[in-house]
């Protein structure tokens, strides 16, 4: 199904982009020794590690309201209420 | 590369606190906030009490706990062994202030004064200082400095960010001693290449027993003492530390 | 049909006298919080209580810290709870679903405000964060996963959960119907639908869990990892954090609970949810007492000499009437809510009591974590510092406080913060 794989992609994306900007892009983790440990590999590195972060949360939003193709179960306005 | 460190003779230092005038000059250090500390400490109880002196710099750990947390890399370190800030990069969390096991970190609570200790263009002080550059009026320090590249603390104490003694370096750069060394009247203080075993320093802790301040805290200070020892939990320091800001 | 006069449910988008007082005056505290901070940013820091540890003999981390952890701390309970209702099926807890999620958000709102209180350069902590942050910094994670990414998936919760209300409501004529189309988002209430978003929530609930319990310990690792603050060097903080974070966040929701029950029209919040709540805390609040005796028995018992110092400030010193007085407000809800147990009764007024009582004590023990390791923990003998807030930094603090609230009610008027009642379907009978 097209909307299943549209969220499992993002969810992947969102945790494959955390995990290499905390690995690869991001300032490394060491001993301080030079200045390297103060600056990250690439600028912005954080910002892109916090939108794997939203990525993953944003494939829920993609997957509940990615408009319908027909091939669900459609118009039945049934909800009841209070 | 030179790997600069600092000696400080315990047995010569005379609690004078010379050191810690000419840093204020030098660098024009807010009021309460010592880049350089001197310590005076009392010990034993009555009748047998000892008086003892112990100069704190900031330590420029090669393992440096203020450089680990600093959330955005605006305190770094340098090839030469300094510790040093960028002030224009630090966003004033003080982190580091409270991982530093050794207290050195001074944060700039209010705005800048110009001078606080003397003006260097007065009538009277300019034929003195001949010139002289200040450290807080040296445009070098306001452009990214060094082989890093990145601003160091020592320039206009920029409200709201943090500062720290950085060993003179507008002074180590053109190859003098910090100002602390040299005004100490008793040579307390070497200051050199640690890596270069002709230096001063180097010679002192090839021939003399030292220690390093808080070493199991695994900070790897690059200031070492000689003679005399390290504070114990029984030290009490004379003067309570409290200065009005 | 003769909608036009049927009002919307659970009192939304009527506004009553009361309400209005009471928004304005939360939003007066609120921006005389904001008015404290921009005498700060204005003036520096210097107006804080706040100075340099060591030869200043200060605290550099005073009660805005202590805020943050606090904020932090009670929005743990919202998408706790959320998660919990979808993972654990605790069908009683759905009424409070909604308050506990919009709960999480404004209390990570004012955990963020509460940082920005802290900055002495705010604005450049808006941009250097992103573009410098190092991870190998304990703060990393407060920002990246507890300020970003945990209010980012707590907005994404309540959002996706309230569809369904939204739907209803946007079939009601209403002022606000624009905003409940806008919310449900074109939400029919097909099967295929209802199918997807318990799907969705299940595997939400599945990712918010660990995100939760990595967030607040990183929180507790901004302390725990610093072997330069003797009091603050411990394994157990990034734990302790989690528990006293779950404390007070249960204390806040029933508080809130209450007050919804008590206010809102024909909002029915089930006493099992009160029950359950009652009990939960009672046990998260006897699981952190045991924290902290075994963190004081480790500090006194043989610990370092100024573990022993900052420890023995703690029990007899000059933070001892704060330390008692925490130990006070957990002793007394611990008794409170046991009480309440026995009784067998809903024990409403119990309840708020002992909720608003550990939100006192962990106020009080968030202070106590951030400062006393500050003034009397310096290992080089500078002697016992002192730490004092000013005014600027009540106001802040109390500030907070009114803006949380002021968002609440406002919330409560724009959108049922109780779910809608719905005809029981498969499965999920409640």
Request: charged share 15%.
């Given at each position: 199904m097209k909307r299943v794989a549209i969220a499992l992609a993002l969810v992947v994306v969102g945790f494959a982009l955390q995990a290499i900007t905390y690995l690869f892009l991001a300032t490394p983790i060491g001993k301080?020794?030079?200045?390297r440990f103060s600056n990250?590999?690439?600028?912005?590195a954080p910002a892109l590690f916090i939108l794997g972060v939203m990525l993953v949360f944003i494939a829920a939003i993609v997957y509940e309201l990615l408009p319908e193709r027909g091939d669900e179960g459609s118009t039945r306005g049934d909800e009841p209420r209070a | 590369m030179a790997r600069y460190g600092m000696v400080i003779d315990l047995d010569r230092?005379?609690?004078?606190?010379g050191c810690m005038v000419s840093c204020k000059i030098e660098n024009?250090?807010?009021?309460?906030?010592?880049?350089m500390y001197v310590f005076r400490f009392e010990e034993g109880e009555y009748p047998a009490t000892k008086v003892r002196f112990m100069p704190r710099p900031c330590?420029?750990?090669?393992?440096a706990p203020c450089v680990k947390v600093c959330p955005v890399g605006a305190r770094y370190k340098r090839e030469d062994g300094l510790v040093a800030t960028d002030w224009q990069r630090c966003?004033?969390?003080?982190y580091c202030e409270v991982a530093?096991?050794?207290?050195?970190n001074t944060f700039n609570w209010g705005h800048p004064e110009e001078?606080?200790?003397?003006?260097?263009?007065a009538e009277d002080v300019a034929p003195e200082v001949r010139g002289t550059i200040p450290a807080w009026d040296n445009?070098?320090?306001?452009e990214p400095y060094g082989p890093e590249q990145r601003h160091i603390a020592?320039?206009?104490?920029?409200?709201g960010v943090v500062d720290k003694c950085t060993f003179c370096v507008q002074r180590v750069e053109e190859g003098l001693d910090p100002a602390c060394v040299q005004n100490c009247p008793v040579r307390a203080l070497i200051f050199g290449d640690?890596?270069?075993?002709?230096s001063e320093p180097a010679k002192i802790l090839e021939r003399r027993p030292s220690f390093r301040l808080l070493e199991e805290a695994g900070t790897e200070p690059r200031v070492h003492y000689v003679g005399g020892a390290p504070p114990t939990s029984e030290t009490r320091q004379i003067e309570p530390a409290k200065a009005e800001v | 049909m003769a909608q036009q006069v049927q009002p919307l449910p659970y009192g939304v988008g009527h506004t009553s006298r009361a309400w209005i007082a009471w928004v304005a005056a939360l939003a007066a505290v609120a921006i005389a919080g904001w008015y404290g901070w921009s005498v700060e940013i204005s003036r520096?820091?210097?107006?804080?209580g706040l100075r340099d540890i060591?030869?200043?003999?200060?605290?550099?981390?005073g009660l805005d810290v202590a805020f943050i952890v606090y904020w932090v701390g009670v929005s743990f309970a919202g998408i706790t709870i959320a998660a919990l209702i979808r993972l654990?099926?605790?069908?009683?807890l759905k009424p409070i679903a909604r308050m506990a999620e919009a709960l999480t958000v404004v209390a990570l709102l004012a955990a963020t405000f509460a940082i920005m209180y802290d900055l002495g350069q705010p604005l450049r902590g808006v941009v250097n964060l992103f573009r410098y942050a190092r991870?190998?910094?304990?703060f990393f994670g407060t920002f990246?996963?507890?300020?970003?990414g945990y209010l980012f998936a707590s907005l994404v919760y309540l959002y996706l959960d309230g569809r369904a209300d939204a739907a209803a409501l946007a079939r009601m004529p209403s002022r606000l119907r624009w905003f409940h189309r806008l919310w449900a988002?074109?939400?029919?209430?097909t099967p295929a639908e209802r199918a997807r978003h318990d799907r969705t929530a299940f595997w939400l609930a599945i990712a918010i869990v660990p995100l939760l319990v990595t967030a607040h310990s990183t929180l507790g690792f901004v302390f725990g990892l610093?072997?330069?603050?003797p009091g603050w060097y411990s394994a157990l903080q990034a734990p302790a954090f989690v528990l006293l974070a779950g404390v007070s966040g249960l204390g806040a929701l029933i508080v809130i609970a209450v007050i919804v029950r008590r206010t809102?029209?024909?909002a029915e919040i089930p006493d099992a949810a009160f029950r359950w709540l009652g009990t939960a805390l009672l046990v998260l609040l006897l699981a952190y007492l045991y924290f902290m005796v075994v963190e004081i028995l480790t500090n006194i018992y043989t610990g370092a000499a100024r573990e022993r110092d900052v420890t023995r400030e703690l029990l007899f010193g000059d933070f001892a009437p704060i330390y008692w007085a925490s130990v006070a407000s957990f002793a007394i809800s611990v008794g409170l809510l046991i009480l309440r147990i026995v009784r067998r009764g809903v024990g409403l007024g119990l309840l708020v009591t002992a909720g608003i009582l550990v939100n006192l004590g962990a106020i009080g023990k968030r202070f106590l974590i951030v400062v006393p390791s500050q003034t009397h923990g310096t290992?080089?003998?500078y002697g016992t510092g002192s730490y004092a807030p000013t005014w600027v930094e009540y106001i802040e603090a109390i500030g907070l406080f009114a803006f949380c609230a002021f968002l609440l009610i406002v919330f409560a008027k724009v959108f049922p913060i109780v779910p809608l009642n719905r005809a029981p379907r498969g499965g999920e009978a409640a």
């Open positions: 301080p020794t030079s200045v990250p590999r690439v600028p912005f | 230092c005379t609690g004078c606190r024009n250090t807010p009021q309460g906030s010592y880049w330590q420029h750990c090669d393992n966003i004033g969390c003080r530093c096991p050794y207290g050195v001078h606080y200790y003397f003006d260097w263009n445009p070098s320090l306001d020592g320039g206009g104490h920029l409200k640690l890596d270069d075993p002709e | 520096g820091m210097i107006v804080t060591g030869p200043m003999g200060g605290a550099t981390w654990a099926s605790l069908h009683a991870p190998q910094s304990p990246t996963l507890v300020i970003s988002a074109g939400y029919r209430g610093q072997v330069g603050r809102v029209p024909d290992l080089l003998p």
